[in-house]
């Protein structure tokens, strides 16, 4: 645990040294930062290529899925976390389910064990 404090305290320290840095060029007059609701999905209830629109059990589905297909979409743009041709909010619960199952089973599977 003290090592990997050590560690955390090393990073931070480094991140600090590497803000501090003279060599920076950063553009003051188009740093804008807006911040916006999220619109309608104009592909809700449209099917895809495939002819099917995604309901609950793909979005269960995908929910599993989202880590990993968010560490590959870093990689290859054409792979997106989210299935924009859906049902709507039968999608987003199953979305949703399938993303809580998979972190609360990987928490419960790395708790402690009894001796």
């Not at 955390?8 to 501090?20: E, G, N």
């Not at 911040?35 to 629109?53: K, Q």
């Amino acid at each position: 645990m003290k090592k990997i404090l050590v560690l955390v305290l090393f990073i931070v320290s480094l991140f600090t040294l590497a803000a501090c840095s003279s060599n920076l060029n950063i553009d003051r007059k188009n740093a804008d930062i807006q911040f916006t609701v999220p619109g309608a999905n104009p592909e809700l209830d449209t099917p895809a290529d495939n002819g099917r629109v995604a309901g609950l059990g793909t979005g269960f589905f995908h929910g599993l899925l989202a880590p990993l297909t968010l560490f590959i979409s870093f990689f290859n743009p054409a792979v997106q976390m989210y299935e924009v041709h859906n049902d709507g909010a039968w999608y987003n619960l199953g979305f949703l389910i399938g993303s809580v199952l998979l972190f609360a089973f990987g928490g419960f599977s790395g708790g402690r064990r009894r001796a």
